[in-house]
C-alpha cells in the first residue's frame, strides 16, 4: 500500500535586488581599504543571494543557500547593517538595504504573493532560512519512498526541515519584537516543523507498511501511524489560533489525522487477530478504520482506494466472526488504545536553535576587511599616533629651521666661498640649484599654491550640500510636525543631527586652519620667490645674479676657516640625520600593524591603542631629543668658530655678493621647504575632502531614510483619516449610522435592495452607499462634501416612529411597505414607472415628497457639485473625490497636476497619495 503524496511547501519569492555592490562598496571605503580589492568577493554574495530567490531544489541547492546564510552571518561582523533599530544620530549610522520577499501565507490563499520589505538584515536571513527549509521538503516529496534509499532520503530532508522550523522560532523571538511577516509568526512556524516532523513519520510508515505485507509484526505499524494521527492533530489544533493560513491547510491536516487513525486501527486489528482471539475486535477496528480512511478521501485521492480495500477485508472479517468466531463487536469508544512509541522517533533529537552555517567558511568573503568596530578603534589610534608624531616632527622642524636662520645671518657658507673663489658660482649654489629643478622649479610650486583655494572651495561645497539638506530635512520635518500635531509620532530631526552638524562644523574649521596655513605658504613663497625664479633657470642665469667681486678679499686665517668648515660639516652631517629621522618617523606609519593587535581577544580595545602608542612614542622620541640636542650644540659651536673667523678676516669688500649667495641658498632652502608643506597640505586635504564626502554621503542616507519613514508615517496617518467619519461644523460623529430600525427600513420587514450593504464607508467605487469618497451618510474623507453640512440643514438623525428625517423635505420619510414578489420595490406606492426610479439627490431623498422653496433648498458650492457617473445605477459622486484632501497635504502641487494623479490612480485616494509622496 501507498501513503498519502507528501506536502511540498511554496517558495518565497523576491524580485528586489538590495543593491550589495552600492552599500558594501561605500562601506569597504570607509572603513580604509580599496573597494576593488573586495569586487570578486561582492560578485559572489550576490550570485549566492540571486540563486537563494530561485534556488535548486537538489542537494546542491541546499549546500548553496546554506553558503549564503554563512555569507550573510558573517558579513555581519564586518559590516554595520540594520537589524530594525532606529538611529539614535550618535553612532554610524547602520547600512539600510532593502530586503523585500513574499508572503506565502495569507489567510485568502495559501500561495498568496504579499510582500514584506524591510532594511533589516535578519528579515533577510530567516527568509533564507525558510527557503532551505522549503527546499528540504521539496526533497523529501521528491524522494523515492517504495526504496529504503528513498525513505532515508524522505526522513533526513523532513528532519532537516522541521529542525530549521524550530531554530526559526527561537531566531525570531530574539532578534524580533513582532513578526516580521505572517510566514513567521511563533504558531505558524510552530505548525510547519510539526507538520514536516509528522511527513517524517509518513517516510517511517511506507517502509513499514511494506514490511507488514511482508508478513513482519504490525505493532510497529499501527503505533507509528497512531503517532502520526496525533501529531497531524496537533498539527490542525495550531491553526485554529492563527488565520493568517488558509482554511485549506487545516483541512488537509485533519484529512491526513483521520487517515492514519483509520490506519492504526487497521494494523492493530491485525495484531488482535494475532493469538486467535480478537477476531470481533479487528472487526470492530476494521469498522473504524473504514470510516476514519473514508472521511479523508475528500481531501486524499489515494485515500478512496485504500477505502474500498479495507472495506472487503471487513466484509470478510465480520463475516468470518458472524459464522465461524461468534465474538462480541465492541463501539470504538470502548477499544483499548492503540498506543504511540514510547518516545517520538524524530522530533525528540531536533535541535532548539539553528546551525551555525559560517562554521566552515573560514572567515567568510569579507575575511579580509577589518571589521567596524575595529575600523574605529583602529581610527581612534591613528588619531592619537599622529599626535605623538606631529610632535616630534615639529621638534625636528624647529632644529633644522633655527639651523638655517643662524646660517643665513652669519652668511654662511658663501663667506668661506666667496673668500675661497670670489668670481667663480659656489658649488653648493649650483648643487641648490640642481635641486630646484629636479622637483618642478618655481612653475611646480606655484601650481600647487594657486590650485588651493579651488580644493577649500569644492570642499567646502560638499559640506554646505550637506548641511543643506540637513536644513531642508529639518524643516519639512518641522512643518510636518506642526500640521499633524500629535499624530506626527516621527522623532524629531534635530534630536538626531546634533552630532553630524557637529562633524560639519569641525571640517569647517580644519579648512579654516588650512585656509590660515595656505596663507603662511603663498607668504612664504612670495618671500622667496624671486630667488626660486633664479634657481630655477641656467647656471649662467645664475652667476648673472650675483654681484661681480669687487677683489679678492682676505680669506681669513688658515685655522679659522678649517676650524669653521669642520663645524659646517658637523652641521651638515646633523641636518642630513634629521631628514632622515623623520623619513623613519613618517615610514613607521605604514608599518603599525594595529588591527592584529586589536584581533587579540584576551585585550580591550582601548588597552591596545595605549600600548601601541605609547610604543611608538618611545620608539622614536629618544632619538628626536638625541639630534635636537646634539644640533643644538654644533649651532653653539659653530657661532664661536664663525667669530673667530670674522675677526682674523682684515676686511670684506664682497660683502654684497655674499650675502647674494646666501639668499639664494636660503632660497632653496624655503623650496625644499614649500615642497614638503605643499605635500602634507595635499594630504590634509584629501583627509578632509574623504570627511566631507562621508559627511555627505552620511546625510544624504539620513534623508533618504527619513523620507522613507515620513512616507510610511504619512500613509498610516491619511489611512487613518479616510477611516474616520466626516463630522458636519458644529455637529459629532451620531449622524453617520442610521438608528436602530424595526424594520429593513423602519417599518415590518422589508427587504433590502440588491447591491453592497450600508455600511457607512469604504465600499465599491461605483455605488453610493459605503463610498468613502463623497457619500454623505459614511466616514467620507477630510474635504468631501457632505449633504447639510455647509447649508445648515439638520444632520441625519433618527426620528420616531422608524423612520428618519429627510433634510431637503417638510416631512419624514416614511419606508413603504416590502414588494411582493415578482414586484420592484416601489418607495411611494406610485405606479410603477419602467424608466427606473432615479433620485435627484444621490440616491438618498424623496423625490415624491413636497419640497421646500428654492431659497430653503440645499446648493452646494461649486467645489462639492455631483456629477453623474456612468455605471453607478443612478447614484451620485464627486468629480475629483479627496482632492481636497491631496491639495491640503501637497500644497507645492499645482491643482491640475493632483488631478492629473487622482485620474491615473483610478481615483484611489491611498494610491494618489504615495505617487505624490514620490513626487516630493
Not at 60 to 79: D, H, I, N, P, T
Not at 333 to 358: Q, R, Y
Not at 615 to 635: G, K, M, R, W
Not at 751 to 778: E, K, M, R, V, W
Request: proline share 7%; aromatic share 6%.
Amino acid at each position: 500500500m501507498a501513503t498519502p503524496m507528501l506536502i511540498e511547501l511554496p517558495l518565497k519569492i523576491s524580485k528586489t535586488d538590495p543593491e550589495f555592490t552600492t552599500h558594501l562598496s561605500r562601506a569597504v571605503t570607509n572603513s580604509g581599504s580599496d573597494p576593488a580589492d573586495f569586487a570578486e568577493a561582492c560578485t559572489t554574495l550576490i550570485d549566492l543571494r540571486k540563486h537563494a530567490t530561485t534556488p535548486e531544489t537538489s542537494p546542491g541547492g541546499v549546500s548553496k543557500l546554506a553558503e549564503y546564510l554563512g555569507q550573510l552571518k558573517l558579513a555581519r561582523s564586518k559590516f554595520n547593517f540594520s537589524v530594525g533599530e532606529k538611529w539614535n544620530g550618535v553612532d554610524e549610522m547602520p547600512m539600510k538595504l532593502s530586503f523585500a520577499w513574499s508572503d506565502v501565507n495569507k489567510a485568502e490563499g495559501r500561495f498568496t504573493r504579499n510582500e514584506t520589505e524591510t532594511s533589516n538584515v535578519h528579515f533577510e536571513f530567516v527568509s533564507v532560512v525558510y527557503q532551505l527549509a522549503a527546499v528540504h521538503a521539496h526533497l523529501a516529496g521528491a524522494a523515492n519512498l517504495k526504496s529504503d534509499t528513498g525513505v532515508k532520503e524522505g526522513i533526513e530532508n523532513c528532519k532537516a526541515a522541521a529542525g530549521l522550523f524550530v531554530g526559526l522560532q527561537g531566531y525570531v523571538e530574539a532578534n524580533f519584537t513582532t513578526s516580521p511577516s505572517p510566514d513567521f509568526d511563533k504558531g505558524v512556524l510552530h505548525f510547519f516543523a510539526t507538520l514536516m516532523g509528522a511527513q517524517a513519520l509518513e517516510c517511517v510508515l511506507a517502509k513499514v507498511f511494506r514490511d507488514c505485507k511482508a508478513g513482519k509484526s504490525a505493532v510497529l505499524a499501527a503505533k507509528i501511524a497512531n503517532q502520526a494521527s496525533k501529531d497531524y492533530g496537533e498539527a490542525a489544533a495550531s491553526l485554529k489560533a492563527y488565520p493568517v493560513l488558509d482554511k485549506r491547510w487545516r483541512a488537509e491536516m485533519e484529512a491526513r489525522e483521520q487517515y492514519y487513525r483509520g490506519e492504526a486501527h487497521y494494523w492493530q486489528g491485525e495484531v488482535d487477530v494475532a493469538g486467535h482471539e480478537g477476531y470481533g475486535q479487528q472487526v470492530s477496528r476494521l469498522e473504524a478504520a473504514h470510516k476514519w480512511i473514508s472521511a479523508s478521501a475528500a481531501a486524499l485521492p489515494t485515500a478512496k482506494e485504500r477505502a474500498d480495500r479495507v472495506k472487503v477485508k471487513l466484509q470478510a472479517a465480520a463475516k468470518d466472526n458472524r459464522n465461524v468466531y461468534i465474538q462480541r463487536t465492541p463501539d470504538e469508544a470502548s477499544l483499548p488504545d492503540v498506543g504511540v512509541m514510547p518516545k517520538h522517533m524524530i522530533t525528540a533529537t531536533l535541535p532548539n536553535k539553528l546551525p551555525d552555517f559560517g562554521a566552515a567558511l573560514s572567515g567568510g568573503l569579507f575575511a579580509r576587511l577589518v571589521s567596524v568596530e575595529t575600523s574605529r578603534s583602529a581610527e581612534e589610534f591613528r588619531k592619537q599616533r599622529d599626535e605623538v608624531l606631529d610632535r616630534l616632527v615639529g621638534k625636528l622642524s624647529e632644529s633644522r629651521q633655527r639651523c638655517v636662520t643662524s646660517l643665513a645671518a652669519w652668511n654662511l657658507p658663501a663667506a668661506l666661498d666667496v673668500a675661497a673663489n670670489p668670481d667663480d658660482v659656489p658649488p653648493k649654489l649650483i648643487q641648490a640649484s640642481d635641486g630646484v629643478q629636479q622637483r618642478g622649479g618655481i612653475s611646480q610650486i606655484v601650481s600647487i599654491i594657486d590650485a588651493m583655494p579651488a580644493k577649500r572651495r569644492d570642499i567646502q561645497a560638499i559640506v554646505d550640500d550637506a548641511v543643506r539638506m540637513l536644513d531642508d530635512e529639518e524643516r519639512e520635518e518641522s512643518d510636518l510636525g506642526m500640521k499633524h500635531d500629535k499624530k506626527w509620532t516621527l522623532r524629531p530631526s534635530t534630536d538626531l543631527t546634533a552630532k553630524t552638524r557637529e562633524e560639519a562644523k569641525k571640517i569647517l574649521q580644519l579648512l579654516q586652519s588650512a585656509a590660515s596655513g595656505d596663507t603662511t605658504i603663498s607668504a612664504k613663497f612670495e618671500s622667496a620667490r624671486d630667488g626660486i625664479t633664479v634657481l630655477s633657470g641656467r647656471p649662467a642665469d645664475i652667476a648673472s645674479s650675483l654681484p661681480s667681486a669687487v677683489e679678492r678679499a682676505s680669506s681669513g686665517s688658515n685655522r679659522a676657516v678649517t676650524l669653521l668648515r669642520e663645524k659646517l660639516v658637523v652641521l651638515e652631517g646633523l641636518r642630513a640625520e634629521t631628514d632622515e629621522l623623520e623619513r623613519r618617523i613618517r615610514d613607521a606609519k605604514s608599518h603599525d600593524d594595529i588591527v592584529s593587535a586589536l584581533a587579540n581577544p584576551d585585550m580591550s580595545a582601548a588597552t591596545v591603542i595605549q600600548q601601541q602608542v605609547q610604543a611608538f612614542e618611545e620608539a622614536h622620541e629618544s632619538p628626536v631629543d638625541d639630534v635636537v640636542a646634539s644640533t643644538a650644540t654644533a649651532l653653539n659651536e659653530t657661532e664661536i668658530a664663525n667669530g673667530e673667523f670674522v675677526n682674523s678676516r682684515a676686511g670684506n669688500a664682497n660683502k654684497e655678493r655674499e650675502h647674494a649667495v646666501t639668499k639664494l641658498l636660503t632660497a632653496a632652502e624655503t623650496f625644499t621647504e614649500l615642497c614638503s608643506n605643499s605635500q602634507e597640505a595635499e594630504g590634509f586635504y584629501s583627509k578632509i575632502e574623504g570627511m566631507a564626502k562621508k559627511l555627505n554621503q552620511k546625510v544624504t542616507d539620513f534623508c533618504d531614510s527619513r523620507r522613507s519613514e515620513k512616507k510610511e508615517l504619512l500613509a498610516t496617518i491619511s489611512a487613518e483619516a479616510l477611516r474616520e467619519p466626516a463630522v458636519p461644523p458644529g455637529g459629532d460623529a451620531s449622524w453617520t449610522q442610521p438608528p436602530p430600525q424595526s424594520g429593513a427600513y423602519g417599518q415590518g420587514s422589508a427587504p433590502l435592495p440588491s447591491g453592497p450593504p450600508y455600511t457607512g464607508g469604504g465600499g465599491d467605487s461605483g455605488h453610493g452607499y459605503g463610498q468613502s469618497q463623497g457619500n454623505p451618510y459614511g466616514g467620507a474623507a477630510s474635504g468631501a462634501p457632505s449633504y447639510g453640512g455647509s447649508s445648515g440643514a439638520p444632520p441625519y438623525t433618527g426620528s420616531g416612529g422608524g423612520g428618519y428625517q429627510n433634510p431637503y423635505s417638510g416631512s419624514p420619510y416614511q419606508p413603504a411597505p416590502a414588494a411582493t414578489s415578482g414586484q420592484p420595490y416601489n418607495p411611494s406606492g406610485q405606479p410603477y414607472n419602467p424608466s427606473g426610479y432615479q433620485p435627484p439627490y444621490g440616491g438618498h431623498s424623496d423625490p415624491y415628497a413636497a419640497q421646500p422653496p428654492p431659497s430653503q433648498q440645499y446648493q452646494p458650492p461649486p467645489s462639492q457639485q455631483y456629477q453623474p457617473v456612468a455605471g453607478s445605477r443612478g447614484y451620485g459622486m464627486p468629480a475629483q473625490p479627496g482632492l481636497e484632501q491631496l491639495q491640503e497635504m501637497f500644497p507645492g502641487l499645482p491643482r491640475q497636476q493632483l488631478e492629473d494623479v487622482l485620474t491615473r490612480q483610478g481615483g484611489d485616494v491611498q494610491r494618489a497619495i504615495n505617487e505624490c509622496l514620490s513626487l516630493t
